[in-house]
């Protein structure tokens, strides 16, 4: 079993649309989650953090639930220039910050 | 500010052939530094992580190596290039909690 798993996608969508992103994390030691975007051939950034209480940057919305050992990722409004590939993270501390990556959600916005 | 520099940006190298890419790190001490493997249409898979200079923990067997010659410099080879070594690497620092990445090597073996 993945340590981190994502639904692969593609998610295609028109613009305006809302769309929710999963993702499941195995070690119930791991101690932060983030979502990266990752454009086309190039390096992920950091999206935001994921909180337990839920956290919101403006369109996006974070979620964490440790007893489900589940992250999600809302996007509402969807622009085109939000297309790319959402990758979830989890991390573990033990010595050094371990951050395992998901193999990314792909999402397509259309006009 | 810190920044994090790698290069080259792309690489095509013959079966056989040795690697040596080169990842710096700019303006912070002591990070941890990270290689990380991306395969066409997958996630990122940690290769190697260091917490100090001459300290190298591999996370999977392979064909590669790491070095940290110097507390901002890391380093990613192979004596000899595998075909399925063919894939887009990157390189990355933290400090706390939150993972820089630099621009990866797109490296193909033919």
């Known amino acids: 079993r993945k340590e981190v798993e994502q639904d692969p996608g593609p998610f295609n969508v028109p613009e305006g649309a809302t769309v929710a992103f999963n993702c499941t994390y195995s070690?119930?030691?791991?101690?932060?989650f983030f979502w990266y975007r990752q454009d086309c051939r190039k390096e992920p950034k950091l999206l935001m953090s994921?909180?337990?209480s839920g956290n919101e940057d403006g369109r996006f919305t974070a979620q964490l639930n440790r007893a489900s050992q589940y992250i999600s990722l809302l996007i509402r409004d969807s622009k085109l220039s939000d297309s790319a590939t959402y990758l979830c993270?989890?991390?573990?501390?033990?010595?050094?910050?371990?951050?395992?990556f998901g193999a990314g959600t792909r999402l397509a916005v259309h006009p | 500010s810190q920044t994090i520099h790698q290069w080259p940006a792309t690489l095509v190298q013959p079966v056989g052939s040795p690697l040596s890419l080169e990842c710096t790190v700019e303006g912070t001490s002591n990070p941890n530094l990270y290689w990380y493997r991306q395969a066409a249409g997958r996630g990122l898979q940690l290769l190697f992580y260091?917490?100090?200079?001459?300290?190298i923990s591999s996370e999977v067997p392979q064909n590669l190596s790491a070095s940290r010659p110097q507390d901002r410099q890391f380093i990613l080879g192979s004596k000899k290039l595998l075909l399925s070594d063919s894939g887009f690497y990157l390189c990355?620092?933290?400090?706390?909690?939150?993972?820089?990445f630099g621009q990866g090597t797109r490296l193909t073996v033919v």
């Open positions: 993270v989890a991390m573990f501390s033990g010595g050094y910050n371990k951050l395992i």
């Open positions: 990355a620092w933290s400090w706390g909690t939150e993972a820089f």
């Open positions: 260091s917490v100090g200079i001459g300290q």
């Open positions: 994921v909180y337990s």
């Open positions: 070690n119930s030691a791991s101690q932060s």
